[in-house]
Structure formats: structure tokens, C-alpha cells
């Protein structure tokens, strides 16, 4: 009966290679997975960066539309204060 691959009453030596294998195997597709880890954590730096920096924009942007609104509202009680004294 063969088990893992050898046959029970394999040499040490035909054991050893076969964990061997499986060890470089093993060992590449770790390599492989942290590999494709580290893309995805660069990836997703950079997009939250780019998040960072599109909140920033609608914060200035806000900010910025509440000063013109502001600025508008009181222009606005003005032109009717100088209406109503004509």
C-alpha cells in the first residue's frame, strides 16, 4: 500500500526527498501568497490616499460653499434692507 505518495517500506532518503518537495513547495507558494499580500496592502494604500485626498477636496469645497452661501445670505438682507427704504 502506498502512503503520502511512497510506499511504506520506502528508503529514508526517498522520505526525505518527498518532504523535501513538498517543503520547496510549500515555501514557494508562501512566497507567492505574500507576494500577492504585499501588492494588495501597497494597492490599497495608495487608495486610501487617493480617499484622504477626495475628502479633503469635499471638505474645502464645503467649506468653501458655506462662506459663499454666507456671503450671498448677507448680500441678500442688504439688497432687501435697501429695498424696503425706497
Keep these: 500500500m502506498v502512503t503520502g505518495g511512497l510506499a511504506p517500506d520506502s528508503s529514508k532518503e526517498a522520505q526525505l526527498c518527498l518532504l523535501?518537495?513538498?517543503?520547496?513547495?510549500?515555501r514557494s507558494h508562501l512566497n507567492s501568497v505574500t507576494w500577492d499580500l504585499?501588492?494588495?496592502r501597497s494597492q490599497h494604500l495608495a487608495e486610501m490616499a487617493e480617499v484622504r485626498k477626495s475628502l479633503e477636496q469635499i471638505r474645502f469645497f464645503t467649506d468653501h460653499k458655506d462662506v459663499l452661501a454666507h456671503e450671498i445670505q448677507?448680500?441678500?438682507?442688504?439688497?432687501?434692507?435697501?429695498?424696503q427704504r425706497l
Design 20 to 26: 523535501w518537495s513538498a517543503l520547496q513547495r510549500t
Design 38 to 40: 504585499d501588492t494588495q
Design 74 to 83: 448677507n448680500e441678500n438682507d442688504l439688497l432687501k434692507d435697501q429695498m
